[in-house]
């Protein structure tokens, strides 16, 4: 089993910036992949952007340029600058842990962003 624990989110205006953290316990070796996923209400969750254990990162079109996904393997953290936040991005945000065929999330964290 993997922990997730999120943290950072609350309410922001527009055009100002947040730093999500997500840390990981339990079973965290051979967790390959990690990210952020988003959920507004009343849509489906997306991906917001992943991060492999080499570094490599996918970002959804919306947030390019404007967030950046990070990881610390020592510290089993993986973080989410996002800067330039538009009223569209408020939603509950996920962190997800990948780990062979399995999937795991944290309990989310709400990001409010006023106009």
């Known amino acids: 089993q993997v922990q997730l624990v999120e943290s950072g989110g609350g309410l922001v205006q527009a055009g100002g910036s947040l730093r999500l953290s997500c840390a990981a316990s339990g079973s965290i070796f051979s967790i390959n992949a990690m990210g952020w996923y988003r959920q507004a209400p009343g849509k489906q969750r997306e991906l917001v952007a992943t991060?492999?254990?080499?570094?490599?990162?996918n970002y959804v079109d919306s947030v390019k340029g404007r967030f950046t996904i990070s990881r610390d393997n020592a510290k089993n953290t993986v973080r989410l600058q996002m800067n330039s936040l538009k009223p569209e991005d408020t939603a509950v945000y996920y962190c997800k842990a990948v780990r062979g065929s399995y999937g795991y999330w944290g309990q989310g964290t709400q990001v409010t962003v006023s106009s």
């Open positions: 991060i492999t254990s080499g570094g490599s990162t």
